[in-house]
């Protein structure tokens, strides 16, 4: 029996073919792995000395994947089979000299993952992916393949970043996005009539045009967004809507620019006569939770630059938010002046003498951040973001609002190994956005520079007037005519 490819497969191989490096983003039950499966037994039988390793989530799962492609050997007529010279659990050793391997991940696996083409089926699902990955590559990197492919599992993992860097052409992975609508079992294609047929002809029968309907009304909206349109979206029940997030990243920008060592994004320069905030979230400096701020236009509500970073110190922060803010038309800059909050507050405001730090009703510096306000700050910050008044651009800033959840103790927090320090400092700029500017007046200044009441006071050039020094005489020589 043929194997007749689907066109979205036959893509995948093509891929698989012409790139040393690919990165597959894929929905439920798109037979990608099987198709990974049988590209590999077809390398082991016809080229000589290969070396073909699997990685999958658990021993189960590498069984299952060892396990079709040996039924996939075993019904092969018998002039294509080569003899079979070591078979077990997780080895299949051919004549040709080419062997596949399948194998569990865990903490060590990429030391022994040595091979000519790497299979990473599921990687957004295994543990530890990052520290297999830094181990496998070396051994790839003077020749070797790799082809990982996954569902999406939320944000801010391995899968996640190398999948959007590849987007971004920051890395050496060929990204193939395969969707539900390419799937001639799940929508209807044209050429296809037979295998509709035989659908409607099974126990129970199963109607094409209703696939989409059905399926959707058997799981939440959530579940069908991951697991059918591969959206990224958060693990647990993320702080912010779920669209609204997704609105989100659909909307973000590469930066115009990077500064400070790529720790600091920038998407606009200041522009004359506009009025910037900063939210600061402070950190120590070692390699632990991040320090960030962000700088938003007060009038657009549009996030200009984000700075981020686990290895600045609190001395050299507060160098960066003096210049920084000083850039930005000097920025009102909101922070923290909860525990080390104090320190960055002393080298900006006594040592460096920043002029422009918030100052809260009783004349003290900062914000106290207390279990009851940091739950009203949140809430602004949701507001902003749910009524558009915050635009944020950055890919960075969106990864962590997927990872902010509400518990099940009801707290506002980050998922377990994940931060919140973006969040924090933005939610600083939402409490600039809704509780200090609104109550001083900010008047609307548009793109040139212009207020309305400039605009209407703008002198009116008339015809026949000449200056002269700066007195205006009028022209009347067609009197004299």
């Not at 075993?74 to 399948?102: C, R, W, Y």
């Not at 979230?281 to 509500?301: K, Q």
């Amino acid at each position: 029996m043929p194997f007749k490819l689907y066109p979205f497969q036959k893509m995948i191989v093509d891929c698989l073919e012409n790139n040393r490096f690919n990165i597959l983003r894929k929905f439920r039950q798109a037979g990608c792995t099987t198709i990974s499966a049988s590209y590999a037994l077809w390398m082991a039988i016809f080229q000589e000395h290969k070396t073909i390793v699997f990685l999958s989530v658990g021993d189960t799962e590498s069984t299952e994947i060892l396990d079709r492609i040996k039924i996939m050997f075993d019904e092969l007529p018998a002039f294509l089979q080569p003899t079979i010279l070591q078979e077990n659990m997780h080895n299949l050793k051919l004549s040709t000299g080419s062997v596949i391997k399948s194998r569990p991940s865990g903490k060590q696996s990429g030391r022994s993952l040595a091979g000519s083409f790497l299979f990473i089926d599921e990687a957004a699902f295994i543990e530890h992916i990052e520290s297999i990955w830094a181990a496998v590559y070396p051994i790839i990197s003077t020749g070797g393949r790799a082809f990982v492919l996954s569902t999406v599992n939320g944000v801010g993992n391995w899968y996640y970043d190398t999948w959007y860097r590849s987007i971004e052409g920051a890395n050496s992975f060929n990204p193939i996005q395969i969707n539900w609508q390419d799937h001639p079992e799940y929508t209807r294609i044209e050429g296809y009539d037979h295998l509709y047929e035989a659908m409607e002809q099974r126990e129970p029968p199963i109607n094409i045009d209703k696939w989409e309907e059905t399926t959707r009304s058997n799981m939440s909206h959530k579940k069908w967004l991951q697991e059918y349109e591969c959206e990224f979206l958060g693990t647990g029940e993320t702080y912010i809507e779920g669209t609204i997030l997704t609105n989100m990243d659909s909307r973000v920008k590469k930066p115009l620019y990077r500064t400070y060592n790529n720790r600091m994004y920038v998407w606009e320069d200041p522009q004359p006569s506009r009025q910037y905030i900063i939210g600061v979230d402070v950190s120590l400096g070692r390699e632990r939770d991040f320090s960030a701020f962000h700088v938003l236009d007060a009038y657009s509500g549009e996030q200009v630059a984000e700075y981020y970073s686990n290895t600045t110190p609190i001395n050299e922060l507060a160098e960066v938010l003096n210049v920084v803010g000083q850039r930005y038309n000097l920025a009102v800059i909101f922070l923290e002046r909860n525990t080390i909050g104090h320190n960055l507050i002393d080298h900006l405001f006594e040592r460096l003498q920043y002029e422009n730090l918030y100052f809260d009703d009783k004349r003290n510096v900062g914000i106290q951040v207390t279990t009851k306000n940091r739950e009203e700050i949140l809430a602004m910050m949701e507001e902003c973001l749910r009524l558009n008044k915050i635009k944020i651009n950055s890919k960075r800033t969106v990864g962590e609002l997927n990872t902010f959840i509400v518990s099940l103790a009801g707290k506002a927090q980050a998922e377990k190994s994940k931060h919140d320090d973006l969040v924090t400092s933005l939610a600083l700029c939402a409490f600039g956005m809704t509780t200090y500017l609104e109550t001083i007046p900010v008047s609307f200044i548009d793109r040139h520079g212009k207020t309305p009441t400039e605009k209407l006071l703008a002198p009116v050039r008339l015809k026949n007037l000449k200056s002269y020094g700066g007195t205006v005489e009028e022209d009347i020589s067609w009197l004299l005519k």
